[in-house]
């Protein structure tokens, strides 16, 4: 540490009599030797006297590049640090006043300031020396250490924006985490529906097949009921009757036996006919061999026959390259059922029969000029049928919908089906 004469006159009165010539050489090195350390330390070290003012500095005041040490010896550590300032209120200044009264009363006082003038962050330490030489306003008082903690600050400050940069960095990924489980829960939520949608028209389908499977049961008792109950009998009546013939021809009485043989051929006759409409309510072998158009006309032909006292006009503008092969059971037996019932309940003296394709739809019609299905079910004392429920929900499983309604003029029975076709099925009638 450098210091002007005065620091020699100190050192002097600080080793007392002892002036021989080889203890004044030991303390001019040690003094030397503790100058050149301090010298080489990085922080500002100065020594201050009891009003503040500067006894000695380190070199480090030229390298701040606060001025010579012999310039700044004398000044106070405002002066020493802010040789020009001119501010009204320094913080520097203020800060150095109060750690100057603290370090009256404590004994150390410690302060850190980020300072414009030097443009450095400086934290500084004072602390007071032994108290003995405290009286004397000549002897120092206390040591200060400024040391310049800039680079700290700067770290800081990177480390604070650092974590600003990551708190806001993990807030959006909170918040992005947020938004995909938000997303999986809506996701689950879907999926969960659809399951249950699915569980629902699996029951549904279970629902129907067993529906199916007893009508399917249902209409076999009733073929084996009505083949037993007429046709049965009838051939029971005419096996006897020719058996009663070859008896009486036997006697020799053969004009005895004509009555019963016309009797015979009049009953077989009754057979065909009986024959003929089990067969038609059955699946007819036209369906499979050449398509629902022309099993609907053929349906028309015998249903036509078999009530020679309705009139029925038939329209079947569709052919069957018209009509996919998916629906042809179902347009078949949705005209068996429409049909069986205008013969059941309508009373009707006309019935008409259109099937067409207009673009993407097929459509079904059966109208007759009968009671309409509110005088007949009223009069029928409310028997429900499974006929009418039956069509639509065969329509409904086939992409179709069924209507039935009082005929156009307010008499007899509309019954309309309107089936949708997927784009390019089927073909069209003038394509075919
Ligand atoms: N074309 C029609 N004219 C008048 N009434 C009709 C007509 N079609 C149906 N109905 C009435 O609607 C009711 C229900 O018909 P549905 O076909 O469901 O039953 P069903 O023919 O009586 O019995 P099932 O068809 O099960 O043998 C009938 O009982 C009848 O009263
Ligand atoms: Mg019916
Ligand atoms: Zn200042």
């Keep these: 540490m450098n210091s002007d004469n005065a620091g020699e006159a100190t050192s002097d009165t600080a080793v007392g009599t002892a002036n021989a010539p080889g203890v004044r050489a030991a303390i001019a090195r040690a003094k030397l030797e503790w100058e050149g350390t301090v010298d080489a330390l990085p922080d500002l070290i100065c020594l201050l006297d009891a009003s503040g003012h500067l006894l000695r500095v380190n070199r480090v005041c030229e390298r701040w590049n606060l001025g010579s040490i012999a310039e700044v010896l004398g000044r106070d550590l405002h ?70 903690v800039t680079a700290l600050h700067l770290a800081r400050e990177a480390l604070n924006t650092i974590n600003l940069e990551l708190e806001s960095r993990v807030r959006a990924r909170t918040d992005a985490l947020a938004d995909a489980n938000r997303d ?7 999926r969960e529906a659809a399951e249950q949608a699915l569980r629902r028209s699996r029951n549904e389908l279970a629902a129907l097949s ?68 089990i067969a038609m309510n059955l699946r007819p072998a036209v369906l499979d061999d050449l398509g629902a158009a022309s099993a609907v006309s053929w349906f028309c032909r015998e249903f036509a026959q078999s009530y020679p006292s309705l009139t029925l006009r038939e329209t079947v503008a569709a052919v069957d390259a018209d009509i996919p092969e998916r ?51 009223s009069s029928a004392s409310m028997r429900s049928g499974r006929g009418v429920r039956n069509l639509s929900e065969r329509a409904e499983m086939t992409g179709g919908q069924m209507r039935l309604t009082a005929g156009a003029t307010g008499v007899g029975t509309q019954a309309r089906i309107e089936w949708q076709l997927a784009a390019g099925e089927g073909r069209k009638s003038d394509a075919a």
């Design 184 to 190: 999986l829960q809506n996701e689950i939520a879907r």
């Design 210 to 277: 067993r529906q199916l499977i007893s009508a399917q049961e249902m209409e076999r008792k009733r073929i084996a009921r009505e083949l037993h109950d007429s046709v049965g009998q009838q051939l029971g009546a005419i096996k006897y009757g020719l058996e009663r013939c070859a008896e009486l021809l036997q006697q020799g009485r053969p004009q005895d036996s004509l009555p019963i043989l016309q009797r015979a051929v009049a009953s077989l006759q009754e057979g065909m006919d009986e024959i003929r409409s």
């Design 327 to 377: 629906l042809a059971t179902a347009v078949f037996r949705s005209l068996q059922e429409l049909l069986n019932n205008v013969a059941k309940h309508a009373q009707a003296q006309n019935v008409a029969v259109s099937l067409a394709r207009t673009g993407d739809q097929l459509v079904l019609e059966v109208t007759d000029d009968g009671v309409g299905v509110e005088a007949s079910a």
């Design 79 to 148: 002066r020493l640090l802010h040789n020009r300032c001119a501010a009204e209120r320094c913080q520097l200044q203020e800060s150095l006043r109060s750690a100057w009264l603290s370090l009256r009363e404590e004994g150390t006082a410690e302060f850190e300031v980020r300072d414009a003038l030097l443009e450095r962050a400086l934290h500084v330490t004072l602390r007071r020396m032994t108290p003995g030489t405290a009286g004397v306003a000549s002897e120092p008082l206390a040591v200060a250490v400024v040391a310049d």
